[in-house]
T-cell receptor, first 108, second 113 residues
């Protein structure tokens, strides 16, 4: 049973396209995390959000706590955005769950 | 600021050998975590700590041990390495729990042969 579902699993886009990655979860949480894993393997924390929307540069993350759904948007995509994007949450105690990620390739 | 430092970056172990993966953070974060990432799988929590002297099991703790004697250090010990422990290991830290962002180390790629 996957605690976190991401879609799509793989995504190829042309440079400049608007990209949306979706994340759904099945339990009530207080905050959701979006991570970026570079092709070399390093992981960077992009957003932690508990409501509404956050924006950082060309990246926008939204969350609907009632619907248990979050989206990550990338505007004006660029080849350097090519990475795996991972969502997940920490609920209580040892309940830390991350999805398998969405692999994004942006073609010049 | 170095952030979260993990060593080694790569290691090959023979079945039955033991080793310690080192993790140090210099951000005075209370929470520290060890995850493993297998191909095609999400990050799985092995152990975590909410402060010095306090550790707790995550989703996949079998075959591993941890200690947290200081706020900065959170080593992961593998006893009697098995091929199933071949994975990429990430250490991470956060100021507190659920509502704070993570800082990840660069990862350790471990192969058990």
């Amino acid at each position: 049973k996957n605690e976190v579902e991401q879609s799509p699993q793989n995504l190829t886009a042309q440079e400049g396209e608007f990209i949306t990655i979706n994340c759904s979860y099945s339990v009530g949480i207080s905050a959701l995390h979006w991570l970026q894993q570079h092709p070399g393997g390093g992981i960077v924390s992009l957003f932690m959000l508990s409501s509404g929307k956050k924006k950082h540069g060309r990246l926008i993350a939204t969350i609907n706590i009632q619907e248990k759904h979050s989206s990550l948007h990338i505007t004006a995509s660029h080849p350097r955005d090519s990475a795996v994007y991972i969502c997940g949450y920490h609920r209580t105690g040892n309940q830390f769950y991350f999805g398998t990620g969405t692999s994004l390739t942006v073609i010049p | 600021n170095a952030g979260v430092t993990q060593t080694p970056k790569f290691r090959i172990l023979k079945i039955g050998q033991s080793m310690t993966l080192q993790c140090t953070q210099d951000m005075n974060h209370n929470y520290m975590y060890w995850y493993r990432q297998d191909p095609g799988m999400g990050l799985k929590l092995i152990y975590y700590s909410v402060g010095a002297g306090i550790t707790d099991k995550g989703e996949v703790p079998n075959g591993y041990n941890v200690s947290r004697s200081t706020t900065e250090d959170f080593p992961l010990r593998l006893e009697l390495a098995a091929p199933s422990q071949t994975s990429v290991y990430f250490c991470a830290s956060s100021y507190s729990g659920a509502n704070y962002g993570y800082t990840f180390g660069s990862g350790t790629r471990l192969t058990v042969v």
